[in-house]
């Protein structure tokens, strides 16, 4: 199975390799867009390539940018941003690629853990129907969800289906409407776009504590000149990383996030320090856990580590409402950048317990503190965009980054009696991660990213209790992580 | 220059990130023996589990399975909070009576309870006297042998009352720390083949698979350790029943470094003494028992289980003692008890062996069946999920006081007879 993915995939990156030559570079996208605005100020003589040029492209793996265009009436394809096939300025396909190989090395006898790994792999397209409807369609070819024996067994596998949706302008910029399956807005890291991350891996938070993707609806915009950011929606359940093919999730999902920039007019300085917050609540039920096939499946979040996935918090019971809530502040200055992000969930358990009674809600949270510094120069955005690309003139971009952080889970309140591990504790058992990743970012142009993570985790709260790890973990050890990304 | 400064800060952040990490390793601990107060078989103990009622109406439904299910267990004064409960056993699995495995582990690797990190709570419906597996564990002892402790119980769920019930040891870590005083013991239950037998297949008799580690585990030999769950060496399995297996003349010796033949045939002759059907030469194929060897050596020993089917009653005290030897389904006879019975210093063993659980005996058998019917009379009379009637209880336990009484005068005839021939 791994040798098929990785075949295909080494396929898919000699392809990609291929179409990257075949790309067009600043000289060939400058006449393209002479061709194409044939009525605008005369065009300067074509130039050899000059590797700062290379700035001024789009990366691929940023949003769909309808001014970068390249005109023309009837249909036509081209590639700026992605190859691109157009009709008129009322219609635009772009076809999109992200792959990403992984090489990790962690504590001796780590279980199920290999060496290497096709991360994602996904293809899509996105778009517009004139300006007023974008569309956007990805797919993930490499399911790891599921192992082998899951199959056999006969499990369901997660939707490989990721952003499906469509986006209408109601009113431009201020009142947005989506609807379809794609992110809950709530949280920063987990908004972040996959192939835009710091780091190899997204903070525990985001993939424990953060709904991620799901059906629904969802109304946004900006108002105040981009001083606010809105997003509200309604979800079908509470996204997909409340779910595996053992437990369901929650249902009902309502959600909301702000983001502003409130700051700003305080000083320069807090020009681009964005601040934001968010809530979801959702229902859980205890039945849920019926579905699942060995039926002592509970329904409540998990907590993994980062890179082995062995279980230091195994899921408790839950019934009755699911709350998050979220802050978190994301500032950048030329080449450095901040983050920082705080998360709370709460999960009621009412008639949880052995004796049906009610118990305290459990409860999950998180934080990190994240820095970066592009060494090179540039500056800081996500996509980071070398100004000069390797084999043009240049090296890339560099870039260091940091993170510290923390996920424990544990349940409110203090009933005096001692804690212990059950998924029907009255009192659950403290048990936590804390994180330090070191990393080293190299973009050598804007289709690629290779990225160096080194990461120190530590388990709080188990001593000998190492309650749900199947195996001998340690309490503190090392893991390290290569990823190549490609994106087009 | 100032690109090369860059490019050499890079590269150092690089190189800080492949420095060889530190590492930690988990330990596994075993805590010592404390698990008397509730074998104390000298008391009728009451035992209570508070299950979520949604999870018992799961269980029940789904009796079959093993799912396992969050409680909390009381026995006597003592509660332990966080167990876990499934269903259990083979046929004496029920839906109205259930069988329940208690682990104390499940959720807390580290967490024991009074000593033990599991218990069985049987429900003897194969047993209308409930007392067999109790008195022939306690015989098993007697003689010497690695067998569990048990004690009877009124088992209540949710303030309910259950039924008569035993406290079973259960063979896993604490089990061989005490009885082989090892905390790297590999244990291994064998597991017979209910749906295969049913089907009409033969039964697993000692035969030798292959050398491969997937054929002796986990379907067949059960790991129950940490140890052997985290490296099931299922090839030295294989091996031990290769050499039992072996044709050569010179099998006894290459048997040596994985099993002591006289222990084997000191617990056929025990069991067989106890008149065991459904044991290491049951009728149906050998059957409940464990395999244990230090993590330090290959030497098996084999730890006896499951006496719901001792005192047999057909044909009562006179069991045969070559039963499914000289007489049964071939097919289901145990290969090695068959070979040890040819290598005359082995067979004298048996027989010797016979004679001295008959000397140890010696009114011990019927002093304990009437120990502990009077113990538990009244509870069993009580038991209100039993398959069986208060006649038919009352009649088992006259019949295995009889079959008590006469036992050890019945196996020294035979091995007398046996002897002369």
New interface residues.
């Given amino acids: 199975m791994m040798k098929r993915d990785r075949t295909r995939w080494l396929a898919g990156v000699a392809a990609a390799i291929v179409m990257i030559l075949g790309a067009p570079g600043p000289a060939a996208a400058g006449q393209s867009q002479k061709q194409d605005q044939p009525k605008k100020k005369k065009e300067k003589k074509p130039k050899r390539p000059r590797a700062a040029d290379a700035a001024e492209q789009p990366a691929p793996d940023e949003p769909i940018d309808p001014q970068i265009d390249f005109g023309g009436r009837g249909p036509r394809v081209g590639w700026k941003q992605h190859p691109s096939f157009r009709v008129g300025s009322w219609f635009r396909l772009d076809y999109e690629m992200k792959m990403q190989e992984d090489g990790h090395a962690s504590f001796p006898g780590a279980a199920n853990f290999t060496p290497w790994e096709l991360h994602r792999n996904r293809v899509g397209v996105s778009g517009y129907v004139t300006k007023r409807v974008d569309f956007e369609v990805e797919y993930e070819l490499t399911e790891k969800e599921l192992q082998d024996k899951d199959i056999a067994r006969g499990a369901l596998p997660r939707s490989q289906w990721k952003d499906v949706d469509v986006n209408v302008h109601v009113l431009p910029t201020v009142a947005q409407v989506r609807a379809g399956k794609f992110k809950i807005p709530f949280g920063l890291d987990e908004m972040t776009g996959v192939t835009h991350s710091d780091f190899v891996y997204r903070s525990l938070g985001a993939s424990y504590l953060d709904p991620a993707r799901d059906i629904g609806v969802m109304v946004h915009g900006r108002v105040f000149k981009r001083g606010l950011n809105y997003w509200v929606g309604r979800f079908q359940h509470d996204g997909d990383n409340a779910q595996t093919h053992k437990e369901q999730g929650g249902d009902n999902t309502v959600a909301a996030r702000v983001t502003g920039a409130p700051l700003r007019v305080l000083h320069p300085v807090f020009k681009n320090l964005e601040i934001g917050g968010a809530i979801a609540v959702s229902d859980v039920s205890d039945q849920s856990f019926l579905k699942c096939d060995t039926l002592d499946c509970p329904n409540g979040l998990r907590g993994r580590t980062v890179v082995t996935q062995d279980f230091f918090f195994e899921s408790v019971y839950v019934n009755g409402k699911r709350k998050r809530y979220e802050a978190d502040a994301d500032w950048t200055a030329g080449p450095v950048s901040a983050r920082a992000e705080y998360t709370l969930q709460l999960d009621n358990r009412i008639g949880e317990g052995t004796s049906n009674q009610t118990l305290s809600d459990a409860r999950g949270r998180a934080w990190y503190l994240a820095g970066t510094w592009l060494v090179t120069g540039e500056k800081k955005k996500r996509p980071v965009k070398p100004e000069s690309d390797l084999f043009l003139g240049g090296f890339g971009a560099v870039e260091l980054a940091a993170r510290v952080e923390r996920l424990w889970f544990d349940s409110v309140g203090d009933t005096g009696g001692v804690p212990y591990r059950s998924p029907r504790a009255i009192d659950i058992l403290p048990a936590s991660d804390r994180v330090l990743t070191f990393g080293v970012n190299w973009m050598p142009n804007r289709f690629m990213k290779l990225q160096l993570n080194a990461i120190h985790e530590q388990l709080d709260g188990l001593g000998d209790r190492q309650h749900a790890l199947t195996k001998p973990v340690p309490d503190q050890f090392w893991s390290k992580v290569v990823r190549f990304q490609l994106v087009l | 220059m100032t690109?090369l400064r860059?490019?050499a800060?890079?590269a150092a952040?690089?190189a800080?990130?492949?420095?060889p990490?530190?590492?930690?390793?988990?330990?596994?601990?075993v805590t010592p023996d404390a698990a008397s107060p509730m074998f104390d078989d000298t008391v009728l103990h009451d035992v209570s589990l508070?299950?979520?009622?949604?999870d018992l109406a799961?269980l029940k439904a789904?009796w079959q399975?093993n799912?396992?299910?969050?409680?909390?267990l009381t026995v006597g004064d003592q509660k332990a909070?966080?167990?876990?409960v499934r269903s259990r056993g083979g046929g004496s699995r029920n839906p109205v009576k259930l069988g329940l495995l208690v682990r104390f582990d499940r959720?807390?690797?580290?967490?024991s309870f009074l000593g033990q990190k599991s218990v069985v709570l049987r429900n003897n419906t194969q047993d209308a006297s409930n007392v067999r597996e109790r008195v022939a564990m306690q015989f098993l002892r007697r003689m010497g042998m690695p067998a569990s402790r048990e004690a009877h119980a009124r088992l209540f769920i949710?303030g309910e009352f259950q039924g008569l019930y035993t406290l079973v040891e259960t063979i896993d870590d604490p089990f061989v720390l005490s009885r082989f005083g090892v905390t790297d013991g590999r244990v291994y239950e064998y597991k017979f083949n209910d749906v295969a037998f049913v089907a009409g297949a033969d039964p697993f008799v000692f035969n030798y698979l292959g050398p491969d580690s997937s054929l002796w585990q986990p379907d067949l030999f059960n790991p129950e350790t940490f140890q052997s769950?985290?490296d099931p060496q299922g090839e030295v399995i294989g091996k031990l029943f290769q050499a039992l297996n072996d044709p050569s003349p010179a099998w006894r010796t290459l048997v040596a470094p994985y099993l002591d033949l006289s222990k084997f045939v000191r617990e056929l002759a025990i069991e067989n003494y106890l008149g065991e059907e459904d044991g290491l030469m049951g009728d149906y194929g050998p059957n409940n028992f464990y395999l244990f060897r230090r993590a330090s050596d290959t030497l098996f020993n084999i730890i006896p289980w499951d006496k719901s089917n001792t005192f047999w009653p057909d044909p009562g005290p006179n069991f045969e003692i070559f039963r499914n030897i000289l007489d049964g389904i071939p097919s289901h006879h145990n290969l090695l008890a068959l070979r040890v019975f040819n290598e005359p210093d082995l067979l004298n063993l048996y027989f010797d062996t016979l004679l001295e659980c008959a000397s140890a005996d010696d009114g011990f058998l019927e002093a304990e069946v009437t120990r502990a019917e009077n113990q538990i009379h009244d509870a069993a009379l009580a038991d209100p999920l039993k398959p069986f009637t208060n006649d038919q209880v009352e009649q088992d336990f006259v019949a295995m006081r009889a079959w008590a009484h006469d036992r050890a005068a019945n196996v020294r005839r035979q091995v007398t007879d046996a002897r002369a021939q």
């Avoid at chain 2, 990490?21 to 601990?29: D, N």
């Avoid at chain 2, 508070?50 to 949604?54: E, F, L, P, V, Y």
């Fill in positions: 690109n860059r490019l800060r890079c952040a690089a800080l990130l492949f420095l990490p530190a590492r930690a390793s988990a330990q596994t601990t508070a299950i979520n009622t949604r799961i789904n399975l799912s396992y299910y969050p409680a909390d909070r966080g167990v876990a959720f807390d690797k580290s967490a949710n769950q985290v």
